[in-house]
Every structure is written in structure tokens, then in C-alpha cells.
T-cell receptor, first 112, second 111 residues
Framework: NAGVTQTPKFQVLKTGQSMTLQCAQDMNHNSMYWYRQDPGMGLRLIYYSASEGTTDKGEVPNGYNVSRLNKREFSLRLESAAPSQTSVYFC???????????FGSGTRLTVV | SQQGEEDPQALSIQEGENATMNCSYKTSINNLQWYRQNSGRGLVHLILIRSNEREKHSGRLRVTLDTSKKSSSLLITASRAADTASYFCATDEGGRRALTFGSGTRLQVQP
């Protein structure tokens, strides 16, 4: 099925551990995004990539790094996880500009 | 404060009734979008309205945009239990190249 695929779906980390969240889309979209959603709240933008080869910081980039590996894939890395990074992480893609986003199903991350 | 704030935060109605949610934003936009999120799932795009449009329809959804008041409303007509979800508005305020989301309206439709 066409769409945005995120892996893993669930992850528990210990404080200080590192991990990479993977995201891939098969819709040939130019733009990709990483958001986090905390309980009862909306989404906050971590990083985005408007096109292959570019990445930009969003509202809450501290503690994260990203890589736009190619047009399909956009990964999010936590170098040293902290309990404050416990959240649900969503990847999305779009054609950019005046187009809607297609979201993945999310990664539920718990940092203990 | 967050951009794209929805009102009310929570809404409970009976099946068959209409549900109206509102969204306000602070600066100029190119477009405003509405999304639905079922519990434990990702967001699903519902409708996009451009800044030069005033009203848009999609099935049982009706969206209005008033740029002079910097506000939008989402109307769901003849609601169904399956419409139970959280609804978010999102904007590209300030020329940002990524959407900013509000905190959402939780809609409960009682069968």
C-alpha cells in the first residue's frame, strides 16, 4: 500500500542510549517532516526536509539529528535519549506548498 | 502561545447532530488544513482551504475561512459514531515551509 512507513512502532530506551527512527515514503513526495506529539497535545515540528539534500530545524530540534538519505527516506536520530523525549513520533510527507500531508502510523518511544 | 488554536477543546454530541469546531491563527497564511486523528493512529488529511477561498465542501465536511478574523471552522454534518476522533487545524503561518498544528478538538459522537 502506498504511504509513509515508520519503524519501529514501539521502543523503550534507557536514558543516554541512542537510536534512529526510520521513515520511508513511496509517493515520490519532495518534502518530509518529523513531528512529536505529547499526550493531549498537538504536533510539534522537530525537523523537516523541503527537498532531497536539504534539512531545516523546526520548533523543537534540540536533542535530535536528521538525515535525508534519498528522496524516499528521512531518518531521525536521538544521540543521547532523555526522559523528556518520551513521546509519539510521526513522520509525514507531502508534495510541498499547498498540499496535504500523509502521515505514518507513528513510533511510540519511552525513555526510562 | 500555539498557533492554530482550536475551540472547543472537547465536544460531545449525539449521532445525527452537527459538530462545529473552530480554529484561530495569528498571522498571514497561504492555506489552512484540517486533519483527523483516531485514537492511537496517525493523522489523516481531511481538507485544505486556500487563503483566497472562503468555503469548501467535501462530503459531510464544510470548511469556512475568514482571513479578516484569522479564523476557520469545520462543520461535520449528520455525525456518526465513526466520526469520534481528534480534529486538528494546521497552518503555514508566517511563510513557514512546514505546517504548525493546534492542540486539537476531541469529538465524541454518542450512538
Amino acid at each position: 500500500n502506498a504511504g509513509v512507513t515508520q519503524t519501529p512502532k514501539f521502543q523503550v530506551l534507557k536514558t543516554g542510549q541512542s537510536m534512529t527512527l526510520q521513515c520511508a515514503q513511496d509517493m515520490n513526495h519532495n518534502s518530509m517532516y518529523w513531528y512529536r506529539q505529547d499526550p493531549g497535545m498537538g504536533l510539534r515540528l522537530i525537523y523537516y526536509s523541503a527537498s532531497e539534500g536539504t534539512t531545516d530545524k523546526g520548533e523543537v530540534p534540540n536533542g535530535y539529528n536528521v538525515s535525508r538519505l534519498n528522496k524516499r527516506e528521512f531518518s531521525l536520530r536521538l544521540e543521547s535519549a532523555a526522559p523528556s523525549q518520551t513521546s509519539v513520533y510521526f513522520c509525514a510527507s507531502s508534495e510541498g506548498g499547498n498540499y496535504g500531508y500523509t502521515f505514518g502510523s507513528g513510533t511510540r518511544l519511552t525513555v526510562v | 502561545s500555539q498557533q492554530g488554536e482550536e475551540d472547543p477543546q472537547a465536544l460531545s454530541i449525539q449521532e445525527g447532530e452537527n459538530a462545529t469546531m473552530n480554529c484561530s491563527y495569528k498571522t498571514s497564511i497561504n492555506n489552512l488544513q484540517w486533519y483527523r486523528q483516531n485514537s492511537g493512529r496517525g493523522l489523516v488529511h481531511l481538507i485544505l482551504i486556500r487563503s483566497n477561498e472562503r468555503e469548501k465542501h467535501s462530503g459531510r465536511l464544510r470548511v469556512t475561512l475568514d482571513t479578516s478574523k484569522k479564523s476557520s471552522s469545520l462543520l461535520i454534518t449528520a455525525s456518526r459514531a465513526a466520526d469520534t476522533a481528534s480534529y486538528f487545524c494546521a497552518t503555514d503561518e508566517g511563510g513557514r515551509r512546514a505546517l504548525t498544528f493546534g492542540s486539537g478538538t476531541r469529538l465524541q459522537v454518542q450512538p
